[in-house]
């Protein structure tokens, strides 16, 4: 068995059980050697995926990984208060929208909402792509820790690259991220599909944790002047800018100042 699956075998096995279990029972489970077990506990320790209860000599699920549970649990009520956001935003807008949630290393879109004359994507709903190639996903990691990011992408995680476009080690990731840190939107092109770029912002749940994405898909051409391609990312950022920020108080987020 792969050993990178390991963890997610010990977090599915811990999900299973009503009481804490012992290393030995875990390793058991997973079957993998008690050192290499040791040493998995330690690192998803100190990530918060599990806890160690030293009175019982036994380890639980840990907070982070609940954090991922309830995040589901919150797929719902995106879709359902995401879907009139997303039908006003392509009424404006004039080309496709979806709504991101970030799945493990993947972007999960939970809603897709099709413009008219347009083809649909493969983005549509409870597909899963690769985060560090899409928009969507790229704008949810610029969001998080950096312990989390190099959780979800080990040192010997592949980067798959579907149209030769994307960054290759987490390196090109992290200078992409910080790219979307500073311009507070994400941008992809045709590293999904060749001939479409994807922009995206970021969704704010009440803490003013990034839980998801909104972004927009339209053609593009290599011959495209860059002055009308500025234009329209202007344009296409702006109403992203108030779409988000609408889903976003829906979740009960209050912007910095309205306090």
């Known amino acids: 068995m792969d050993s990178s699956l390991r963890p997610l075998l010990i ?3 811990l999900a299973t059980q009503a009481n804490p279990v012992s290393a030995a029972r875990i390793a058991e ?3 993998a050697p008690r050192s290499t077990t040791f040493r998995l506990l330690r690192g998803m320790q100190t990530l918060g995926y599990v806890t160690h209860l030293p009175e019982e000599q036994a380890y639980a699920l840990g907070i982070a990984a609940r954090e991922i549970g309830q995040a589901f649990g919150l797929q719902a009520p995106l879709a359902r208060y995401g879907r009139p956001v997303l039908e006003r ?3 404006k807008v004039g080309e496709t929208a979806h709504l ?3 799945h493990g290393h993947e972007t999960l879109y939970i809603h897709e909402q099709t413009a008219p004359l347009r083809a649909p994507l493969v983005t549509a709903k409870d597909v899963r792509l690769p985060a560090h190639l899409t928009a969507s996903g790229r704008v949810i990691l610029a969001g998080i820790g950096n312990d989390q990011l190099r959780a979800l992408f080990p040192p010997n995680f592949a980067f798959i690259r579907r ?5 290759a080690t987490y390196g090109e990731l992290q200078e992409q991220l910080s790219a979307v840190r500073r311009a507070g939107f994400a941008r992809e092109f ?3 599909t060749e001939g479409l770029t994807s922009i995206a912002k970021p969704v704010h749940d009440r803490t003013g944790r990034v839980v998801a994405s909104i972004a927009v898909t339209h053609a593009y051409s290599l011959a495209e002047p860059s002055a009308a391609d500025a234009d329209l990312q202007r344009i296409l950022v702006g109403a992203l800018e108030n779409a988000t920020r609408d889903l976003s108080r829906r979740l009960g987020w209050v912007p910095p ?3």
């Open 11 to 13: 977090l599915s096995f």
């Open 29 to 31: 489970a997973v079957d």
């Open 89 to 91: 935003l392509v009424a």
């Open 100 to 102: 991101a949630v970030l």
């Open 163 to 167: 149209t030769g476009r994307g960054p």
């Open 190 to 192: 045709g590293e999904v």
């Open 257 to 259: 100042g309205n306090g």
